[in-house]
């Protein structure tokens, strides 16, 4: 007896005798003298039919079992007579593993929808969307791995527990041992906390990618990431992974280079991989999907410096109303990033050289002291997937920008010292993997491209 998953069946080259399919049942039809299952076990978007006829061992137990009741199949693997399917399963014994109530099992064989799905995230990977979603999910993390893998960088692991606050933007989620009415701020309490000092969940890896990347080379981090922030957004979640390379001698267009690269590849390869996937997103939640995928494929991403997106924004903004107009000096909108990608240029852009004032203290200063070497990407329809620069590698001007913004040197010596022994210009940036997904396949909500997302007031599963 071999053990075959569904996927393997559907892919068979010949008839196999002696087989074993474990899977759930996904409809039913019971005519005379036989039982018609289509089964799927996640292996891949199609079902595979059994026939069990009313001789065959379990078929009494079988006729009460319906949608959801898992089971496991012995028979053979025959060609199918029936239209639609080249092999099926006629079956020698059919055991029944786990019931499922059909008066209570909430996935009835109809299309729910997005919002009640995710009040039951324990079963909405057994649907077809769901089951697609996290295989693509699973294929797009592999190909990443196998990018970075492939170009010479090592993956490293960056801490999830941390004492610093990488963006500064103060969307710390704190972590403390101490029971909560003896937690406090005072730093006599602190001292004994768990670490003695403020611990928290690190918004990004970076600052350890980069002492591994001045020893290493060229390294990436791809790991969870978590933020604080209250913005009730369908871009936004509290846990969100994040792809952090990090490359010693690169400057920030080298590291421009590498993010449209690996945007191109890993959804390219995805994109065979996992058509059958893809296809349920192009056909029933986005029918301009694959339009869309070839526009980021197909084009040259656009460069552009934030001094002219200013520019060009607020002449369009004499045309049409933007809700916040744009001013030179203040960070870009949702609206803004949408303008210039789907209506301006119409593929993705790279804007760089952001004013120094709006970015955090580890990025590069130009020349002039007015911006810094800071990138984002901005794809359609999800607007920014990555924010990266080309960091800060003199001493002197990193420190004094650390003491502007208020930073307790003391606590950032060991990253200091990068750049006190043999400091070199390196560059890096963090792509929000989500946000990737949610290109990918068209979803337009985070909370449906995470298996359990984790957003304001929301920590269920
Ligand atoms: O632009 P961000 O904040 O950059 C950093 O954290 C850098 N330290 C990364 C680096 O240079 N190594 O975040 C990077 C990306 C964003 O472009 C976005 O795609 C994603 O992370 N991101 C989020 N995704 C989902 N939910 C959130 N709350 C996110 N915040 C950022
Ligand atoms: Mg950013």
Not at 287 to 301: C, H, M, R
């Amino acid at each position: 007896m071999k053990q075959i998953s569904v996927v393997e069946a559907l892919e068979a080259q010949s008839p196999r005798d002696a087989i074993l399919v474990q899977a759930w049942i996904r409809t039913k039809r019971d005519a005379k003298g036989f039982s018609f299952l289509e089964v799927n076990d996640g292996s891949c978007l199609k079902n595979l039919q059994v026939i069990v006829d009313q001789g065959t061992p379990g078929y009494d137990q079988l006729l009460e079992q319906g949608t959801g009741a898992s089971v496991s199949i012995q028979g053979s693997l025959v060609e199918s007579p029936g239209k639609g399917q080249k092999w099926e399963v006629q079956a020698d014994l059919a055991q029944v593993l786990g019931t499922a109530d059909p008066e209570t099992y909430p996935l009835q064989k109809k299309r729910h929808s997005d919002e009640f799905l995710r009040g039951i995230a324990q079963l909405r990977p057994r649907t077809n969307k769901y089951g697609a979603m996290n295989r693509i999910r699973s294929d797009l993390s592999w190909s990443v791995h196998r990018y970075f893998h492939e170009h010479g960088f090592f993956c490293v692991h960056s801490p999830v527990l941390t004492g610093s606050d990488c963006e500064g933007a103060g969307e710390l989620f704190r972590v403390t041992a101490l029971e909560p009415d003896r937690f406090s701020a005072d730093p006599k309490i602190m001292e004994q906390d768990f670490f003695g000092k403020p611990a928290y969940l690190t918004v990004s890896g970076q600052l350890t990618a980069e002492v591994m990347a001045c020893s290493l080379g060229k390294v990436y981090t791809f790991g969870p990431t978590f933020r604080a922030e209250n913005s009730n957004t369908p871009r936004h979640a509290a846990e969100f992974w994040m792809i952090e390379p990090e490359v010693a001698f690169a400057d920030l267009s080298a590291i421009i280079d590498l993010a449209e690269d690996l945007i191109k590849t890993v959804l390219g390869e995805v994109r065979t991989s996992r058509a059958d996937d893809l296809e349920l997103f192009a056909r029933f939640v986005d029918k301009g999907l694959n339009q869309a995928l070839d526009e980021v494929l197909d084009s040259p991403f656009v460069r552009l410096p934030y001094a002219e997106a200013v520019t060009l924004l607020q002449e369009a903004g004499e045309k049409r109303s933007f809700e916040y107009p744009v001013e030179y000096g203040m960070d870009l909108q949702t609206e803004h990033e949408r303008y210039l990608v789907e209506e301006h240029f119409q593929r993705p852009v790279v804007v760089f050289d952001y004013p120094a004032s709006i970015k955090p203290f580890y990025m590069r200063v130009n020349d002039g002291g007015e911006t810094v070497a800071a990138m984002d990407v901005l794809l359609p329809r999800v607007g920014e997937v990555v924010g990266g620069s080309q960091r800060e590698e003199r001493l002197d001007v990193l420190r004094r920008r650390m003491e502007a913004q208020g930073m307790d040197i003391e606590e950032y010596r060991w990253y200091l010292d990068l750049r006190r022994y043999g400091t070199v210009p390196h560059s890096g940036f963090g792509l929000g993997f989500e946000r990737l997904l949610m290109l990918m396949t068209g979803v337009h909500n985070i909370r449906d491209v995470l298996p359990f997302p984790r957003t304001p007031k929301h920590l269920q599963f």
